[in-house]
């Protein structure tokens, strides 16, 4: 090494010495000490869709016996720009993400987490916890739902109403298939998931030790479906706890018949077994992801647990008309909604960390058929009738 080298090294020791001190003796941290040699192992993965939903386990987690959610922060590549980081709990048995709203934003987030190296999730719980519409058959505002089904619903034919045969109630039919009502003949693979029902069983019997949320408002929004008949009674109960089916669409559908169209579309799909009681835009987006790396050993789809709120109604009350339902009432008890994703959700948090070592270290046995229409994980799906199906696509 010649003298200006030399030199040139010595003034770079001196200076980083330098900045060294001035900075108090501490060097710059990085937001994990997540390693290409050391993966965090999560018990629990928190999928929120957006801001508003994340935010309550942000502000509410660091009050437990689990502390900051915020603890550590892994930036990973292809998340959504506007939520960037994976966050986990100091000791990793708690992470969370937010993917951005919409089938596509899901699908890409929960992708490029599971492939990015950074995570082992075999023995990971999912827990998809988001808000939702709600229908008032079925469930009210501030609802918690716990589901074995998700339905993409809008995956099929759509005609303009104004254009149909006058006996038909809908646009809306099966692939493969002429009319509405009929179970489609064609699929893509992604319309019906079925999750693990005696897990949905325990997370719902978890969720229910949970004080929720109410308002006068959301009490007094509620109370307008009290001319509407038996059929609507549920809608004007204070929120519970119930097992039903959520719907997904990237179209924010709202109105009498378009819930009575998806809720009909939910019991054919499903063979009856399927109650449609809540609408989103990603369940079945995360659902196909978590299949597809289930077949590929990275994560366990048994451990999936889908939780949504109700945060509006899918369709008007007596008396108001459907657009200043939608646009003038829009998303009229978001707060309450928002409370009870956290409400509901910790309880599950505590009784699966609690009952680690005992029961879901090892997994919770589905007695059930779990997965796709397909039969990707095995098995053959009980809300597929005998017919010979084509596999569009």
């Known amino acids: 090494m010649d003298f200006i080298s030399s030199r040139s090294l010595l003034s770079a020791v001196f200076l980083f010495v330098g900045l060294y001190v001035a900075l108090g003796n501490k060097l710059p941290q990085l937001h994990t000490d997540v390693s290409s040699n050391s993966k ?11 801001s508003a ?18 603890a550590q922060a892994i930036s990973i590549p292809g998340l959504s720009p506007q939520y960037p980081s994976v966050y986990c709990t100091a000791d990793g048995d708690i992470c969370q993400v937010t993917t951005g709203m919409s089938e ?24 998809i916890a988001g808000i939702a519409g709600v229908n008032p058959k079925h469930a009210t505002l501030g609802s918690v739902a716990l589901s074995q089904f998700a339905v993409q619903v809008a995956l099929q034919y759509e005609i303009d109403p104004r254009e149909v045969p006058s006996h038909w ?5 099966s692939f493969g298939t002429d009319s509405p009502a009929a179970y489609p003949t ?3 693979g992604t319309e019906v998931f079925e999750l693990n029902r005696a897990l949905r069983d325990l997370a719902a019997g978890f969720a229910s030790l949970a004080t929720l949320n109410d308002t006068d408002y959301a009490q007094s929004y509620r109370s307008k479906f009290g001319s509407a008949g038996e059929a609507y009674h549920a809608a004007t109960l204070p929120p519970a706890v119930v097992k039903c089916d959520v719907t997904t669409s990237d179209v924010f559908f709202s109105g009498y018949h378009l ?4 809720e009909k579309v939910v019991s054919t799909w499903t063979s009856g077994l399927g109650k449609y009681c809540m609408s989103a835009m990603e369940d079945n987006a995360v659902l196909e992801v978590l299949v597809r790396f289930h077949v590929s050993n990275l994560v366990d789809y048994t451990r999936a647990i889908l939780l949504r709120t109700g945060s509006n109604f899918d369709r008007a009350p007596p008396g108001v008309d ?10 009229n008890s978001i707060q309450t909604a928002r409370a009870n994703i956290y409400l509901a ?18 997994g919770v046995s589905a007695s059930n058929y779990v997965g796709d229409i397909w039969g990707t994980l095995g098995g053959s799906p009980d809300f597929r009738p005998g017919n010979g199906l084509k596999v569009k696509g």
């Open 53 to 70: 939903e994340a935010d309550v386990w942000y502000e509410h987690l660091p009050g437990t016996q689990f502390g900051d959610l915020q």
């Open 345 to 362: 959700g910790i309880e599950i948090v505590k009784g699966i960390l609690g009952g680690w070592d005992t029961v879901f270290n090892q």
């Open 259 to 262: 819930g009575n169209t998806f």
């Open 186 to 188: 064609e699929f893509y």
């Open 104 to 127: 596509i934003n899901a699908a890409a987030t929960i992708t490029s987490i599971v492939l990015s190296g950074e995570f082992d999730f075999l023995k990971t719980y999912f827990l």
């Open 40 to 50: 965090l192992t999560p018990k629990i993965l928190i999928i929120s869709l957006f």
């Open 169 to 173: 109630e809908t646009g809306y039919f």
């Open 322 to 331: 459907a657009v200043t339902h939608l646009r003038g009432e829009h998303l």
